[in-house]
């Protein structure tokens, strides 16, 4: 695998993601959409094209060479995928499709088995409605009972609050690593260490911490940490959940056919060692080894140098947003990743996106899938322009010119 990238040396990494280089009308195109799905290097498209062209079978099925050669580049990623965000063991790492899904398997699985009447869930205000609704519905089956930790006017949570929410009723804390409508970096060490002085067991929303921060799952001490291989340069359909293998062995089975059983009899079953037991059916093979290429893309790149250039952008984008007339900046928490959410004062988000675009900068304008959140600042939506390790100053001149051009259409 030939990979180049180094932000220090930013148009050869650019060079790796090959969509980037594209004209919109008559405007290159400017990608500020990442937190939504990142771009993809062209080592994980090759790797992806190279497994249908080469290895494509069923894996941990046949007793023939393609099956053998996709069954170990599968187990290969899911290794990849253990080092890197330092679990025990790959019983611990869970191929889902997405973080959506590895939530759900907690919310059922997990939370099916622990939660009794009275039992309250702790979430945070910011998080997305993956991490709300899926547990609205565990406590609608248990006789439980979401509870939501508040947050300030600048998009910290109010730790006070959480402290105040946290108590014996508490089963289960779920928080965002990072707000993908803020960019907040929560204090994850503290919650985790909180939540567990008070009895309960945390799952963590990682979908926007993974393509900008180191992740080591012991080292957070976190029970369950979610994650989406398309937000951090891996394809679609495919994502993770980490969990603790004692917590993972006493939970029943979620989804349930091939692939997670051991022994079927008309009337019984037993089931699979971990992680299978909780991988029904035939995995989205393809995507576990694109996302593997993902990862080796991110490793080959100085977390240093990853932090330092998107800092940069974070900054730059922050300051020359803040000049312009009528722009105001959503979401200032002293501790962010590259999201910057505005609104345009007189223009509804959705306006300023479609604005954008027709000067090819790719912005996302909405709620951004956090209701809650945008009720809780008292706002219809936001613009969100989400940075990546590819964007580069040149991007942001252009998306700071493009908002200061859709002010004076307005
Ligand atoms: N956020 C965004 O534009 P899935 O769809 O399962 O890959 O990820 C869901 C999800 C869960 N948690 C957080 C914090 C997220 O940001 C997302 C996806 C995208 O912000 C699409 S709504």
């Known amino acids: 695998m030939n990979i180049a990238a180094s932000p220090s040396n930013l148009a050869a990494l650019r060079n790796d993601f090959p969509i980037l280089d594209q004209q919109l009308g008559k405007y290159p195109l400017a990608y500020f959409d990442s937190a939504a799905t990142t771009q993809k290097p062209q080592s994980v498209i090759d790797a992806i094209a190279e497994y249908y062209q080469q290895h494509n079978a069923n894996v941990h099925r046949a007793a023939h060479a393609l099956s053998e050669r996709a069954t170990r580049m599968f187990e290969a990623a899911r290794e990849c995928v253990r080092e890197r965000i330092n679990a025990r063991s790959t019983a611990e790492v869970i191929w889902t499709r997405g973080t959506t899904e590895a939530i759900n398997l907690v919310a059922y699985s997990y939370a099916g088995t622990v939660l009794a009447p009275g039992d309250e869930i702790l979430i945070t205000e910011m998080e997305h409605h993956s991490n709300i609704v899926p547990w609205q519905l565990a406590a609608q089956r248990a006789g439980a009972r979401v509870v939501a930790c508040g947050i300030t006017d600048e998009g910290e949570l109010d730790l006070d609050d959480f402290e105040r929410k946290l108590g014996e009723q508490t089963r289960i804390v779920a928080f965002g690593h990072v707000s993908n ?46 994650f989406s291989g398309h937000k951090m340069f891996g394809p679609t359909g495919i994502g993770v959940l980490y969990g603790r293998e004692a917590l993972l062995e006493a939970m029943p089975p979620w989804q349930s056919g091939g692939e997670m059983i051991e022994v079927v009899s008309i009337d019984h079953t037993t089931f699979n ?138």
């Open 273 to 410: 060692t971990l992680p299978f037991k909780f991988e029904a059916g035939t995995p989205n093979i393809a995507g576990a080894i694109g996302l593997g290429a993902a990862v080796h893309y991110l490793n080959a790149i100085d977390p240093d140098e990853l932090a330092a250039h998107e800092a940069r952008l974070l900054a730059l984008t922050t300051s020359g947003l803040a000049q312009v007339e009528g722009v105001t900046l959503v979401g200032t928490a002293a501790a962010k990743t590259g999201v910057v959410s505005f609104l345009v004062e007189g223009a509804h988000p959705q306006d300023i996106g479609t604005l954008l675009d027709q000067q090819g900068i790719a912005v996302r304008a909405g709620h951004h899938c956090a209701m809650p959140l945008m009720q809780r600042l008292g706002i219809p939506g936001t613009v969100r322009a989400s940075l990546s390790l590819y964007n580069s100053e040149h991007d942001i001149e252009r998306l700071i010119a493009g908002v200061q051009k859709a002010t004076t259409f307005l």
């Open 181 to 226: 409508a803020l960019g907040t970096i929560n204090p994850v060490r503290w919650l985790i260490e909180k939540a567990h002085a008070a009895g309960a067991v945390t799952v963590l929303d990682g979908a926007q911490a993974m393509a900008h921060l180191p992740v080591d799952v012991q080292a957070l001490d976190c029970d369950f940490y979610a």
